[in-house]
């Protein structure tokens, strides 16, 4: 022991055999000069991030709040309408061009529905780590760049594209963020079923581009989506029903319950079968009634299968497998126009 005031000394506590290392092991020591110095893992956890490491996670979040993977889902309607009004691979410059605008109006629309939503995130799991409710991003920010990214994206399809293209991304981007996002998603249960019109403008904005008018098989396109929405989501609100339910978002399941959902589901599905079918006159061939007939079958019979068997894994099936099925009868649509003419 060492020597302590009034004659007794300071016992040393034991180390364990086999251990070397002391609970102070990783405080700052004092040097043989007497200045303070800091052991190896504690300099590691006190040492700030590099700038690039730092600029990298600042640019990730900004991403992130586009929400890119909705992004690519719009974007690859876009791209097939551009390709079905073309019957073929329109000039490359247009494409860039418009599915440019569209991640900046879609990417627009997402940030600003981050901006709004910030109250009810924080109380879902797949949202409460969003940059702006874990406060990585201030929300005067996010403001900014949703609006920015709007503006964008309608000066360049407006300026580069067309005016026709460039005012149906805005009324997109608008009716997204204010009718269905600020009025619809907290007041009724069937906001999925109004709040679909944004997300079906897509197709209209890549008809438009190429064409520089809407025919009727441009808003069977659009009707497309705007029925393929609900069993979408609602399969989704199935799988999430109690994080709406903690975050006061009336969504189906919520509001009316598992049955009436599954009912719903299954209701909007066959809407969405007939309407593809009904969609081959104005323009597609059976290439498209054949891939429609396939994969519309698939639909209806994960639909029933919900319905008559409800779990979660039958939810999952059906949210999944409405994914796959968006993309497949657009690219039907391709295929046929691009083959037959």
């Known amino acids: 022991g060492t020597p302590r005031a009034g004659g007794k000394t300071a016992r040393t506590p034991a180390v364990p055999a086999g251990n070397s290392r002391t609970p102070q092991a990783n405080l700052p020591l004092p040097d043989r000069s007497g200045a303070i ?129 460039a005012m149906l991304a805005l009324a997109g981007n608008l009716f997204y963020v204010f009718i269905y996002t600020l009025w619809l998603k907290r007041s009724t249960p069937y906001n999925i079923v109004i709040g679909g019109a944004a997300g079906a403008a897509p197709p209209l904005v890549g008809w438009a581009a190429v064409t520089g008018d809407l025919t009727p098989l441009a808003w069977g396109l659009f009707l497309i989506v705007f029925a393929w929405t609900p069993p979408h989501f609602w399969a989704l609100a199935l799988l999430k029903q109690g994080e709406y339910t903690r975050a006061a978002v009336p969504m189906l399941p919520v509001v009316r319950g598992e049955l009436e959902t599954r009912r719903q589901i299954l209701l909007y599905t066959v809407i969405l079968a007939v309407g593809c079918l009904a969609l081959t006159p104005f323009g597609l061939g059976w290439i498209y009634l054949v891939g429609a007939i396939v994969l519309n079958g698939l639909f209806l019979a994960y639909a029933v299968l919900l319905y008559r068997k409800p779990s979660k894994r039958a939810a999952r099936q059906m949210f999944f497998y409405s994914l796959w099925y968006l993309a497949g009868i657009f690219a039907v649509a391709v295929i046929d126009r691009v083959l037959l003419g």
């Open 37 to 165: 110095s800091m052991s190896a893992p504690a300099l590691a956890m006190a040492a700030p991030l590099p700038a690039w490491a730092a600029a990298k996670h600042v640019v990730a979040d900004y991403i992130a709040l586009t929400k890119p993977g909705i992004m690519s889902l719009l974007l690859t309607t876009t791209f097939c309408a551009m390709l079905i009004a073309e019957r073929g691979l329109p000039p490359l410059w247009l494409v860039v061009v418009t599915l440019l605008g569209g991640v900046l109006a879609s990417g627009g629309a997402s940030v600003l529905n981050c901006y709004i939503d910030r109250d009810i995130d924080g109380e879902m799991s797949r949202t409460r780590n969003r940059a702006i409710v874990a406060g990585r991003v201030s929300p005067q920010a996010a403001l900014i760049y949703g609006v920015v990214l709007s503006i964008a994206a309608v000066l360049m399809l407006g300026i580069w594209v067309n005016w026709l293209a």
